[in-house]
């Protein structure tokens, strides 16, 4: 399988993923930037996440840059998200972040990005990166490498926090996250579980949508009165909520929750969120005055689409949350920060801030091995074709009382299936009619 994905590479170090593969990488990434840039010595920001490889990868990375002629600004270790504002903020012409994201500890690769920390996916760089990296090239030797600590100036950015009169844990599971959580949310009431940087992350695994890996975080938010509990995933650029009751808020209904909030005081503000999301979402960005965009799933998609709509916000079904003001890329303090306040002024629950968008009934993703995607695809559409057809992504087809989603994988023969209806029955007897079709 190869390690050039949709989004990033990434691979089980080092069998797929080691030293030789690092350098090359470096070395493509210099030469796609300078061909990106029209420079000959691009100014190339990289840091990484504290994964065990990643020290050795980041060194390797930055000898294959230099070796193009790249000017490497080193900011050592960060959150994906404090990468994204590196590059952006101090006016870089790209960037590398040494991370596997939420994968487990064996795993590592690169996220890249151009100026303006616009990602590069595959269908914005990366296949030419690809080609690069297999390529014999020329090494100039003319680059050079400094050091940037960029973490102060992050937190300053993202200090959005005051007091707050409830108890909060927060589940950093030894990843990256710990590092800006550590000093935004450091506050006497606050509680944090796995809190060291440990990139073997011997507590659990680094994915908060992973079943079990939020029980140690959701049964301490009960035995200890907690009003809610918060998670990061291993590179720090998803964050998810639990309430005070143990149950883990489904991020759509967060994206909801910040969208309202926003309207309060931005009226006719753009709100984007993914297809796969609760019809919720965009009701309710509608009935307070805004304008909602729905797009495919992908954070490189999406902030194309927030750059190219001027959107304010946006949320993903997976716990992405995008603000324009940073730089359209995903800020998981900002949105902390609101769901802080709204309990703090409203004096309700976590729980009962949430009621009011548990409107429908949602399936979550059901995900289903399947070898010829398409064609139960084509069946689906077939028994459907009377429903309201969305082919942005897979496809979507609503009716009056309920709603459809099949996507294929990107990387792998599975068929997820999202099924959300007006009814607990309606929605048990779509999921299984459908179900039946994909496994027959």
């Not at 990375?61 to 590059?87: C, E």
């Not at 590398?96 to 990005?113: E, L, Q, R």
Request: hydrophobic letters at 40%; glycine letters at 10%.
């Amino acid at each position: 399988m190869s390690i050039f994905k949709a989004y990033d590479i990434r691979g089980v170090y080092p069998e797929e993923i080691n030293e030789d593969w690092a350098y090359r990488i470096g070395r493509a990434f210099a030469a796609f930037i300078i061909e990106e840039s029209g420079k000959d010595e691009p100014v190339i920001f990289l840091s990484k996440d504290n994964r065990v490889s990643s020290d050795s990868l980041y060194e390797e990375v930055k000898r294959g840059m230099i070796s193009q002629g790249g000017k490497v600004v080193s900011g050592g270790l960060a959150s994906t998200p404090m990468f994204y504002f590196g590059v952006a903020n101090y006016g870089f012409d790209g960037g590398i972040c040494v991370t596997a994201s939420h994968n487990p500890g064996k795993y590592n690769g690169f996220k890249m990005v151009k100026a303006g920390a616009v990602p590069v996916g595959e269908s914005s760089g990366l296949k030419r990166i690809e080609e690069l990296a297999n390529q014999s090239l020329l090494e100039s030797g003319n680059g050079e490498t400094e050091n940037k600590e960029i973490l102060e100036d992050y937190v300053q950015k993202n200090d959005f926090f005051g007091d707050y009169p409830f108890r909060v844990l927060i589940d950093t599971a030894n990843g990256i996250a710990g590092l800006p959580a550590g000093r935004l949310l450091n506050k006497d009431n606050f509680v944090s579980i796995f809190p060291e940087l440990d990139g073997t992350f011997p507590n659990h695994d680094p994915d908060p949508l992973k079943k079990g890996n939020l029980d140690i975080l959701c049964q301490r938010v009960v035995v200890e009165s907690a009003a809610l509990g918060i998670a990061f995933d291993g590179d720090g650029d998803r964050v998810f909520f639990v309430d005070e009751k143990g149950e883990v808020v489904s991020c759509d209904l967060v994206t909801a929750l910040v969208a309202e909030v926003l309207l309060r005081q931005n009226k006719g503000i753009k709100v984007l969120y993914d297809i796969r999301c609760s019809n919720i979402v965009g009701e309710t960005i509608e009935i307070n005055g805004g304008k909602a965009i729905m797009n495919r799933v992908g954070h490189t998609f999406i902030k194309q689409k927030m750059r190219e709509e001027d959107v304010f916000f946006g949320g993903e079904y997976s716990g992405h949350f995008y603000l324009k003001d940073s730089f359209y890329a995903e800020n998981p303090f900002f949105v902390i920060s609101v769901v802080l306040e709204e309990l703090k002024n409203s004096g309700l629950t976590l729980s009962e801030v949430m009621a009011k968008y548990r409107k429908y009934y949602h399936s979550g993703e059901i995900n289903f091995k399947v070898e010829d995607k398409q064609k139960k695809i084509d069946e689906i559409m077939s028994r459907y074709g009377d429903g309201k057809l969305i082919d942005m992504d897979g496809i979507r087809i609503d009716y009056e009382d309920w709603w459809l989603l099949v996507r294929g994988s990107n990387t792998e023969p599975l068929l997820r299936l999202i099924v959300e209806a007006k009814t607990e029955d309606l929605l048990k007897e779509k999921v299984l009619e459908i179900s039946n079709i994909i496994e027959s």
